[in-house]
């Protein structure tokens, strides 16, 4: 079992290990050496001083490569990051959730399996396991570790609640994540439970964040910002800081993935914040994401034109760029813009905002001109 991997990332080759945020990049002809080493051989001399200096932790001079670094091969691909819904059932029903109607399905494990191999012959080094809720996928903790053998760093994204198990602790106790990001919904269990539509979910969230904690998974919270739960953000902080664990919050509700506009009455209009500049992202290009049924699409939000990965395989990918760039152009009534360019959000999401007929203040620089 590899606690460390070699690998190309885009256009750049790197070390790095499961369940840690640092690596250290690797020489092309380094690289290339690991490459051609055998698994029986000890590791060379570069090797462990450069393992000592970014991982003082961890001592490899007596040991062989096999023992501990798994070498990914080159891909042609040149996809270095993907998400996966394994599935969007949840055993939460939130107020503001992208997803809309969250309903168990997805592949059978031959298809998930298949399906990750084709990611890993992409190139994708970086995995986010999303839903839905990830953990109440029966194939979850299967796909986890299939996901982590072929040396993916894995991501999983998750409502907390189910943390506490001790299948899922030990799992990744032995398999580390490279990271679990937890949603926070609030910071008192009347305001949870509400926001959430599930009594005792606080009560869950509670658990699975002591039980990660105390096991010392490198966890993020994702605090999330609604009308209901606005007065409570700065208390969802300060737990955040006295659990010493670091958190992003996110305040602008965006609607459903099917362009509906329900869950756009959560935004608590005291919270809603003007977003950078958008300036473009690779999404089609170096990083892709799939949806529960095996479709691929540029991102979460563009899921327009998907391929169908378990039955179009690997050779489906190579339409991917032509799709992102389409789907990137402005059309509709964002066509003619006079200050394209200074938009705050791309394309694809500025579209689902307006088939749910949001106001503009919610998503373009013409509605901040109306508001003031």
Not at 87 to 107: D, E, I, R, T, V
Not at 229 to 235: H, I, T
Request: glycine share 10%; with cysteine.
């Amino acid at each position: 079992m590899h606690s460390l991997i070699a690998s190309p990332f885009l256009d750049q080759h790197v070390l790095v290990r499961p369940g840690s945020r640092g690596g250290a990049l690797l020489p092309e002809a380094r690289y290339d050496e690991l490459r051609a080493l055998d698994p029986g051989e000890p590791a060379p001399p570069w090797l462990v001083e450069a393992i000592g200096g970014q991982w003082a932790e961890l001592d490899v001079a007596d040991q062989f490569l096999g023992e501990f670094l798994l070498v990914r091969q080159p891909s042609t691909w040149g996809y270095g990051k993907a998400s996966w819904e394994i599935n969007l059932g949840c055993n939460y029903k939130c107020k503001q959730c992208y997803l809309g109607l969250k309903m168990n399905a997805g592949m059978p494990w031959e298809d998930k399996r298949h399906c990750l191999d084709i990611m890993a012959d992409a190139g994708v080094l970086f995995l986010q396991v999303t839903g839905g809720e990830p953990t109440i996928d029966k194939d979850f903790l299967k796909a986890y570790r299939y996901a982590w053998d072929l040396g993916m760093m894995i991501t999983v994204s998750t409502n907390g609640s189910l943390l506490w198990k001790e299948n899922i602790l030990r799992t990744f106790r032995e398999y580390p994540p490279y990271r679990v990001t937890v949603s926070m919904y609030g910071a008192k269990k009347a305001g949870y439970d509400e926001l959430t539509q599930r009594e005792g979910a606080w009560d869950m969230f509670v658990q699975g964040m002591n039980a990660a904690r105390h096991a010392r998974l490198p966890l993020r919270m994702s605090i999330v910002v609604t009308d209901d739960n606005g007065n409570e953000e700065q208390a969802m902080q300060d737990l955040c800081k006295s659990w010493d664990v670091e958190y992003e919050v996110f305040t602008n509700m965006t609607p459903t993935i099917y362009g509906g506009g329900e869950v756009l009455t959560a935004q608590s209009k005291e919270h809603l914040r003007l977003r950078k500049t958008f300036t473009g992202c690779n999404a089609g290009h170096t990083f892709f994401h799939m949806d529960p049924h095996g479709l691929v699409s540029i991102c979460k939000i563009g899921r327009d034109d998907q391929i169908s990965l378990p039955h179009e395989g690997i050779e489906g990918l190579a339409r991917l760029g032509e799709i992102a760039d389409r789907l990137m152009l402005r059309t509709g009534d964002c066509s003619g813009c006079t200050i394209a360019g200074t938009c705050r959000v791309c394309r694809p999401l500025a579209k689902h905002y307006q088939e749910a007929k949001a106001p503009l203040a919610a998503y373009c620089r013409h509605g901040e001109k109306k508001a003031g």
